[in-house]
């Protein structure tokens, strides 16, 4: 069963397994999440944002080493000077993509200023050394990433993980380690837009046993 200890849960090995419902849940949950970018100006209870800091706490990390930090990012001032950096942001990539330009298909600048939001970085030197491996530590964020996305959704509400910043910028305005890695920030709240989105079909992108086809580079 489910303890705490020392304000930590754990899960024992004796805790219920997930029934069948739980896994058609999930699998629903999984596949109905999107990526929500307009949000009511309405705010998320303590409480859960709370539970989607939970989920990023416990994915997975190589070694159990949990290299990710996260920092919910409160203060208004803080986030109108990121709500500048990500127009910034885009601003910078415009100059070799013209897409990101005002009034290119991808020219739309992330609201960081009404939705929660919460900053992604991870600490390089929490790696192991085994050969495949020097980044586990920004697969465990990547991971962490997923799960609050998850996590939010699962409560109701819409958000998004937005990677398109000047990392070094954003480290400046959030006080982050020069040498660490600033993966970018998840943006959650009340959804206030509907989306649907497509995939791949099934036998596009998954093979038995091995890659397809010739040979090639
Ligand atoms: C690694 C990664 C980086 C992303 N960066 C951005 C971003 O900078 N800005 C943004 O609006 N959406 C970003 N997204 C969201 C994707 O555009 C979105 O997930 C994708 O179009 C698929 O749509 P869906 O999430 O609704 O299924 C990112 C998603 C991932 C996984």
């Not at 996260?70 to 993509?97: C, N, P, T, Y």
């Not at 993966?183 to 959650?188: A, I, K, N, R």
Request: glycine share 6%; aromatic share 10%; charged share 25%.
């Amino acid at each position: 069963m489910n303890k705490t200890e020392g304000g930590r849960r754990r899960f024992a090995p004796g805790a219920p397994a997930p029934s069948p419902a739980m896994d058609r849940d999930l699998g629903e949950l999984i596949r109905s999440r999107r990526a929500i970018r307009k949000f009511a100006a309405r705010a998320v209870p303590e409480a859960d944002v709370r539970e989607v800091l939970e989920a990023a706490r416990w994915a997975p990390s190589p070694a159990n080493l949990q290299p990710a930090r996260f920092i919910w990012v409160r203060d208004g001032e803080l986030k109108s000077e990121l709500q500048e950096l990500a127009r910034e942001s885009k601003a910078m990539s415009a100059h070799w993509d013209a897409s990101f330009a005002p009034g290119g298909s991808n020219a739309t600048v992330n609201d960081v200023r009404t939705p929660e939001v919460i900053a992604v970085c991870a600490d390089p030197a929490k790696s192991l050394t085994n050969v495949n491996d020097e980044n586990g530590y920004e697969w465990a964020a990547a991971m962490s990433i997923y799960a609050m996305w998850l996590r939010a959704h699962s409560l109701g509400y819409g958000g998004v993980f937005v990677q398109h910043w000047l990392p070094d910028h954003a480290k400046r305005i959030l006080n982050i380690p020069r040498l660490w890695r600033f993966l970018g920030t998840f943006t959650f709240g009340h959804p206030a837009e509907q989306k649907e989105q497509t995939r791949l079909p099934f036998d596009e992108v998954v093979f038995v046993d091995r890659f397809p086809g010739a040979p090639r580079p």
